[in-house]
């Protein structure tokens, strides 16, 4: 279901005038940390209209729709901002259990626990048969 763009979300108004602002991307049912990817007025927008998470490339310098190529889209279930309207917080119901381009769950799947480095999220697809070898 789309978030309704309504006087009632009018305190939901991003701060965009300094360019894109971080929008930081969190499971809805585990409160797990998934990924962290900008946002301009456009992407907002567009996330508020769809009710699925867009955001803005920078590598690609374009509006980039989450799943789009892998089918794990994001539902956003909520959306916060910060107290300075110049961050955003999406709570969200990952579909496909992968949100990170590498195929794993989480974009945070490094971890540096008592001076030894681990995976701590797990692989769900393998990202070659997903985008071929595009560089990211």
């Avoid at 209209?49 to 279930?77: D, F, I, M, P």
């Avoid at 119901?93 to 480095?117: M, P």
């Amino acid at each position: 279901m789309a978030i309704q763009d309504t006087d009632a979300t009018a305190d939901i108004i991003p701060d965009f005038s300094k360019g894109l602002l971080p929008a930081i991307v969190q499971d809805d049912a585990t409160g797990e940390v998934l990924m962290l990817a900008f946002m301009n007025e456009q992407a907002f927008r567009k996330t508020l209209e769809t009710g699925e998470a867009h955001y803005w490339s920078r590598s690609r310098n374009e509006l980039w729709h989450k799943g789009e190529t892998s089918g794990h889209v994001q539902k956003v279930r909520a959306l916060r901002l910060d107290c300075d309207n110049d961050a955003i917080l999406l709570l969200v119901s990952q579909i496909g259990g992968a949100a990170c381009h590498t195929g794993r769950q989480s974009c945070f799947y490094r971890e540096c626990r008592d001076g030894k480095v681990h995976f701590c999220s797990p692989k769900i697809f393998d990202p070659e048969q997903v985008y071929g070898k595009r560089k990211f």
